[in-house]
């Protein structure tokens, strides 16, 4: 199984992006998806996740702003990231337990100030 992380890139504060991470190769099925960051000289920490039924989970700061959501028939999951501020600014990585987890290999976000 490969994920392909793509949206990354250099962006003003209070502006968006929107993140997408496909996953192929021999998929049985694919349950959670969802993001991961990390910051420099920071552990890598929970963004979102998504069931292939569509129940969201979010790390509790980020709840108003990012988005989650999945297209099952793509094996594909976005993250729509509003109102970014310079502490967003870190590495992204995709992930899908399939059943168990493949990451992607991460798209850089930058918020400048």
């Known amino acids: 199984v490969q994920l392909q992380a793509s949206g990354g890139g250099l962006v003003q504060a209070g502006g968006f992006l929107r993140l997408s991470c496909a996953a192929s190769?021999?998929?049985?099925?694919?349950?959670?998806m969802g993001w991961y960051r990390q910051a420099p000289g920071k552990q890598r920490e929970l963004v979102a996740l998504?069931?292939?039924?569509?129940?969201?989970n979010y790390a509790e700061p980020l709840k108003g702003r990012f988005t989650i959501s999945r297209d099952n028939a793509k094996n594909t999951v976005y993250l729509q990231m509003n109102s970014l501020k310079p502490e967003d600014t870190a590495v992204y990585y995709c992930?899908?337990?399939?059943?168990?987890?493949?990451w992607g290999q991460g798209t850089q976000v930058t918020v400048s100030s």
């Open positions: 190769g021999r998929i049985f099925r694919v349950n959670d």
């Open positions: 998504i069931s292939s039924g569509g129940i969201t």
């Open positions: 992930v899908a337990y399939a059943p168990r987890a493949y």
